[in-house]
């Protein structure tokens, strides 16, 4: 089986502090990756680091074979992404919202109509493709975004909390929609959750990092047996301890998220 | 390609949607017109300059042009606090396309913003004495348009939030309107005044548009081109590099 991310080495400094402290990693392709962590412990910057939005201080990263600093649009036509914070267009319909995805990443036009059906069918959402996304619920834009990260089909989707603030049913459709994806598109899943009982069922191999660093690794039971314990969350709670953490200003987005828009 | 197009069309499609913005943002050109050109109007006579009407509209136009501008470059932060400015900065297509089809989706909103003033003018007695320079005119409004929604990107760019917003109105957008032969003649000026607004780009827009609006001209219509647009060739440029830079 072969990577379609390799990650050696890497750091992210601001300043005096180390975001991600020297980490290593790969994922096979056509798998489903988790990347956990206490809030603060360096997930989401690795994120941005992967996705070309923040250069690395150091090490090396290799997505779908590409260096996101040096060959970014390669690397950005490798992977879709669902933020931690949303990131659609409120302002426009979420059938423009696709389209102009679609645009942005070359689809041509007669395929990106027959794409948008398709994936708005998918997520239920056909009916209400001519709404505009600012009167949509929580579950229906997150929804859209999953819808649009399959836009371009690529071969990675970065989801980062892609269920958090959701129920159970929408987080249970949102789960069918990945893994048919994963199993009939062969997409890779790389995914950060707070929700460690959903990492346990869909990963194939888990990371858990902590203050920037990867301190284990492997398949949810080998996590477990590593760790004398049951299930992943006592065995995440072995590994990262009790303590709650502090959250840094680089999730204040999140933050606003949660506070409602404008 | 496409990418610079469907950044446009964002931007065009969004203002055609709200309306309430298209007729917000009339109303302060339009308070100017009716407060400076009725209230000085008399006082510009008997001082020997003319009609001071047929003076202050080009300059009026060249005010909404350069705050609808400005202000849709300054959009660019809203997108970062609400997360769309990501879903372009991952898509695989160079930064300098992102940063050029918004530089033109709201250059093209300002100059719309600006053909609305010029024909309210109209009802407040300003009168257009040569067509044939109505293409000129609008080719000087297009590069107004361009060069501030430029610098409206170029600042958004470096900014994480709205906090330094108040800052760029009061030091930046009101004085480059105030200092640039807008709402008063050129000619005998105090020499510190007469180089700052020398130095400031929108005073040859102000006079390209005035020029061909019947107006009179004070460096001509070539001299005021060419400053122009070297200066939409930097800052566009400048915004371009800006952008390539952002991190999140």
């Known amino acids: 089986m072969d990577n379609i991310i390799e990650v050696k080495n890497l750091v992210k400094k601001y300043g005096d502090f180390t975001a991600v402290d020297g980490i290593d990693f790969s994922v096979e392709r056509g798998t489903v990756f988790s990347f956990l962590g206490p809030n603060g412990a360096g997930k989401t910057t690795t994120i941005k680091m992967l996705t070309t939005l923040l250069d690395p201080t150091f090490g090396e990263i290799l997505i779908n ?26 302002d426009l319909t979420a059938y423009e919202n696709l389209d ?16 948008i059906k398709n994936l708005l069918n998918f997520v239920e959402l056909w009916e209400r493709k001519d709404e505009l996304v600012k009167n949509f619920s929580g579950g229906m834009k997150r929804r859209l975004e999953i819808a649009r990260g399959f836009m ?29 994806m994963n199993k009939e598109e062969g997409t890779t899943i790389f995914l950060t959750t707070h929700y460690l009982e959903e990492a346990e069922k869909v990963s194939n191999k888990i990371a858990i ?39 840094k200003a680089d999730n204040l987005a999140g933050m606003r998220r949660h506070h409602g828009h404008r | 390609m496409i990418a610079i197009y469907t950044l446009w069309l964002r931007e065009v499609k969004k203002y055609f949607r709200s309306k ?14 009716v407060a400076f050109g009725f209230g000085l109007s008399s006082v510009f006579q008997k001082a020997g300059e003319g009609n001071y009407i047929q003076f202050l509209v080009p300059g009026i136009i060249s005010m909404s042009i350069l705050f609808t501008a400005i202000f849709s470059g300054i959009d660019v932060i809203w997108d970062r606090q609400f997360g769309f400015l990501k879903e372009t900065l991952v898509a695989p297509v160079p930064r300098w396309q992102i940063m050029l089809g918004r530089t033109l989706g709201g250059a093209t909103v300002a100059v719309i913003q600006g053909m609305l003033v010029f024909l309210l003018s109209f009802f407040a ?26 610098v409206g990107l170029s600042i958004a760019s470096l900014l994480k939030d709205m906090q330094g917003f108040q800052m760029i109105m009061n030091f930046m957008v009101m004085p480059i309107f105030f200092l640039s032969g807008a709402l008063f003649p050129m000619n005998d000026l105090p020499k510190i005044l007469e180089v700052i607004v020398k130095f400031n780009p929108l005073t040859y827009g102000v006079d390209g548009i005035r020029g061909c609006l019947g107006g009179t001209i004070t460096f001509g219509l070539m001299p005021d081109f060419a400053i122009l647009f070297i200066s ?13 830079k952002i991190q999140i």
């Open chain 1, 65 to 90: 074979g590409f260096n996101p600093v040096k060959d970014e649009d390669k690397a950005r036509k490798s992977f879709g992404i669902v933020f931690q914070d949303q990131s659609l267009d409120e």
């Open chain 1, 100 to 115: 102009m995805h679609g645009m942005l990443y070359g689809i041509k036009k007669s395929e990106r109509i027959k794409r």
């Open chain 1, 152 to 180: 371009h089909h690529p071969k990675i989707l970065f989801l980062d909390e892609p269920t958090t603030g959701l129920d159970p049913q929408t987080r249970n459709h949102i789960w069918n929609y990945l893994k048919k």
């Open chain 1, 209 to 247: 990092i902590d203050h920037g660093k990867i301190i284990a690794q492997g398949k949810p039971e080998e996590l477990e047996k590593q760790t004398n314990t049951n299930s992943l969350e006592e065995a995440f709670l072995a590994l990262t301890g009790e303590k709650i953490r502090e959250e």
């Open chain 2, 20 to 33: 309430s913005r298209m007729i917000g943002s009339l109303g302060q050109p339009l308070l100017f017109l």
């Open chain 2, 125 to 150: 007695g300003f009168r257009l004495t040569n067509f044939s320079l109505l293409l000129p005119a609008a080719i000087f409004m297009f590069l107004v348009a361009l060069l501030f929604a430029a």
């Open chain 2, 232 to 244: 939409v060739v930097f800052l566009i440029s400048l915004g371009g590099y800006l952008f390539s």
